[in-house]
């Protein structure tokens, strides 16, 4: 099974936040919806609306992500096609096929971050 993409995840809504998980912390779930919401350009108000979190809390995360763009490739936002001595992955943001780790690693955080940026991070 392919693993879904994030606008299979978030494009029907927000990740569910049942008032049990009262916490200030973000999941791993929320962290993507959060860089799904970047994608599509929209506002942090918006993106903290979506998700019933607090404006502050979007523009946190995102700033960290700048600050240190490891946050972003942990979220696994890639998928391994085929056997692994291929390197040929899938981008789980806009789907696209690419050839190597470090490739694929740089394509997803060019979906958020400047290029210059990303030069820095993954020369
Ligand atoms: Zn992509």
């Known amino acids: 099974m392919p693993k879904p993409t994030l606008d299979q995840l978030f494009r029907e809504g ?15 779930e929320e962290r ?6 970047i994608k599509e350009r929209w506002p ?11 404006e ?11 600050d240190d763009p490891g946050l972003i490739l942990e979220l696994d936002l890639c998928e391994m096609m085929g056997r692994a001595k291929n390197e ?3 981008c789980l943001v806009c789907e696209e096929r690419v050839i ?5 690693q740089r394509h997803i955080l060019e979906h958020f971050l400047e290029e210059q940026w990303v030069n820095e991070f993954l020369p």
């Open 88 to 90: 040929e992955y899938r």
């Open 56 to 66: 502050a809390t979007v523009r946190r995360f995102r700033r960290r992500c700048w």
């Open 14 to 28: 927000r990740p569910p936040r049942d008032s049990a998980q009262y916490h200030n912390w973000l999941t791993a």
């Open 44 to 54: 942090a108000v918006r993106i903290a609306d979506g998700l019933a979190v607090n």
């Open 100 to 104: 190597t780790r470090r490739a694929v």
């Open 32 to 37: 993507r919806f959060i860089l799904w919401g």
